[in-house]
């Protein structure tokens, strides 16, 4: 009987450990499909690991599982999963790891506010590839939310001597990122239909607002003469409202994409410059 019970143990133990090995190599091969960017793959050998490995509560686990989701598009069971990772974590590294991680999750998202916060939660403590870490993260949310006086601070922190000035330059064409003003676009648009979308260089759309606009001018013009002011106003005036509102509204959206698109340039210009450190 005694014998029986110690090759029980055994054989429990050996299938114990084969388990434990097998969970090893699905965690190594969703790693390895994350890092070559086969997602699905990756996605698929998490949720297997997830679903039967529950007695390990490593957080390692759930911050490949965090990552592998939000590359996937589930940002909401990203957001679960890193957050179950940082309340498992003990260790000052990995919990490091996972605010970083966190931050840029939120810089992705334009949650700008909010890899701040992040950011703030780390103790740098003289780790000077940390602190560089945090600074170029700093730095791009600061950017990000138009102040440009703190971004320039964290860049320069990080980027080499010898390449401050060039930095300095691109930061002084921060000053043209807001033209054409939204405000004049609008004023424009609102005199002189079409002329807002030719100030933000849609040629093709102020074209098109002249062109309609005239036309339903014309129209009313028309049919007061030939019918009544009122058939004139209640067959034309809907339609010259709408297309007259929508050229204000195209005008300024164009000038909003026209300034953000102005702004990733800048700030791709400065990621290009700090990587040549």
């Not at 086969?38 to 529950?54: H, N, P, V, Y």
Request: glycine share 4%.
């Amino acid at each position: 009987m005694k014998k029986l019970l110690i090759l029980c143990v055994l054989i429990f133990s050996n299938f114990i450990n084969s388990f434990s090995q097998n969970f090893d190599s699905v965690y190594n091969i969703a790693l390895f499909a994350f890092n070559n960017g086969d997602f699905d793959l990756a996605k698929k050998e998490i949720q297997r690991l997830l679903f039967f490995d529950t007695t390990n509560i490593s957080p390692k686990k759930y911050l490949l599982a965090s990552k592998i989701y939000f590359a996937t598009e589930d940002y909401s069971q990203a957001e679960m999963f890193i957050n179950t990772a940082y309340s498992l974590s003990k260790l000052k590294s990995q919990r490091d790891e996972i605010l970083l991680t966190k931050a840029d999750f939120h810089i992705f998202s334009k949650k700008y506010f909010n890899t701040i916060i992040e950011l703030n939660l780390i103790n740098l403590e003289g780790n000077s590839i940390l602190q560089t870490e945090v600074y170029l993260r700093f730095a791009i949310a600061y950017f990000c939310l138009n102040d440009y006086e703190k971004s320039n601070l964290y860049f320069s922190k990080i980027i080499s001597p010898d390449k401050y000035y060039d930095l300095q330059k691109l930061f002084k064409k921060t000053k043209n990122l807001k033209r054409p003003n939204s405000a004049l676009i609008v004023c424009s648009s609102i005199l002189f239909p079409g002329l807002g979308q030719y100030l933000t260089g849609n040629f093709w759309d102020g074209f098109s607002s002249e062109i309609i606009l005239s036309s339903f001018t014309l129209l009313g013009i028309y049919l007061a003469q030939n019918y009544t002011n009122w058939t004139a106003i209640l067959c034309v005036f809907p339609f010259l409202e709408r297309y007259y509102l929508g050229g204000i509204k195209n005008a300024y959206q164009n000038s909003k994409l026209k300034h953000q698109s102005k702004s990733n340039k800048l700030l791709n210009s400065i990621l290009e410059l700090l990587s040549k450190n």
